[in-house]
Nanobody, 131 residues
């Protein structure tokens, strides 16, 4: 069974920082696309950042100078991180970790995968930024 479990969300003031973690277990393939998505109130879920099994990171243009995606993979342990700095009220959302085939990261018209191409999802974690 593939499980993705997010942690690290919460509430901070504008300009603050948060680090989200996604613990991945049971993913069956050695190649993959891992991504962070978010859903803002009244909006569809959108890609924020992705990282693939080659270590290539990609970002939504509005966060690429503030967010950093990384991963730590050692044996069966695999964690995806999203370091978020200089947070703004517009970053308020529920953030989701997702996993899919490598091509979901590498074969897109835009820089990030579509939510419809990802195979596994975490339950989401709330991030609230106050002004």
């Amino acid at each position: 069974e593939v499980l993705l479990v997010e942690s690290g969300g919460g509430s901070v003031q504008s300009g603050g920082s948060l680090r989200l973690s996604c613990r991945v277990s049971g993913y069956p393939e050695s190649t993959y696309c891992m991504a962070w998505f978010r859903r803002q109130p009244g909006e569809d879920r959108e890609g924020v950042a992705s990282i693939d099994s080659d270590g290539v990171a990609r970002y939504k243009w509005s966060v690429e100078d503030r967010f950093t995606i990384s991963q730590n993979k050692a044996g069966p342990e695999h964690t995806i991180y999203l370091e978020m700095n200089n947070l703004k009220p517009d970053d308020t959302a529920t953030y989701y970790c997702a996993a899919g085939e490598l091509r979901r990261c590498t074969r897109n018209i835009g820089p990030l995968p579509s939510q419809y191409g990802m195979d596994y999802w975490g339950k989401g974690i709330r991030v609230t930024i106050s002004s």
